[in-house]
């Protein structure tokens, strides 16, 4: 079973960067969609990003497009969110997870990893 473990959080100023990682054991197939999710204190989960796991499509939410960047690597089973220019509102767990349907939908994806805090100081 395909397990999903997120990396790069921390704690920036805003109009900083980060990198966060989400690495794969095991076999992911090709029609399989990673994606990023995120939530705020008091707030729902929301859609951030995704890629299919064999084209270079992506998706972005309007809140992060032109500023994050989502990327794979498939021969190290690894998928990444650059974020540039961070904004106190990016304040939030963010969430690796997988699902075979290109959605933004977080119901149709049934994987995820358990979080990594990012945190944007005004």
């Known amino acids: 079973q395909v397990q999903l473990v997120e990396s790069g959080g921390g704690s920036v100023q805003s109009g900083g960067s980060l990198r966060l990682s989400c690495v794969a054991s095991g076999r992911i197939y090709s029609s399989s969609v990673m994606a990023w999710f995120r939530q705020a204190p008091g707030k729902e989960r929301d859609f951030v990003a995704l890629?299919?796991?064999?084209?270079?499509?992506?998706l972005y939410a309007d809140s992060v497009k032109g500023r994050f960047t989502i990327s794979r690597e498939n021969a190290a089973n690894t998928v990444y969110l650059q974020m540039n220019n961070l904004k106190p509102e990016d304040t939030a767990v963010y969430y690796c997870?997988?699902?075979?349907?290109?959605?933004?939908?977080?119901?149709?994806?049934?994987?995820w990893g358990q979080g990594t805090q990012v945190t944007v100081a005004s």
């Open positions: 890629i299919r796991w064999s084209s270079p499509s992506t």
């Open positions: 997870a997988r699902g075979s349907r290109y959605t933004s939908d977080q119901s149709s994806y049934y994987q």
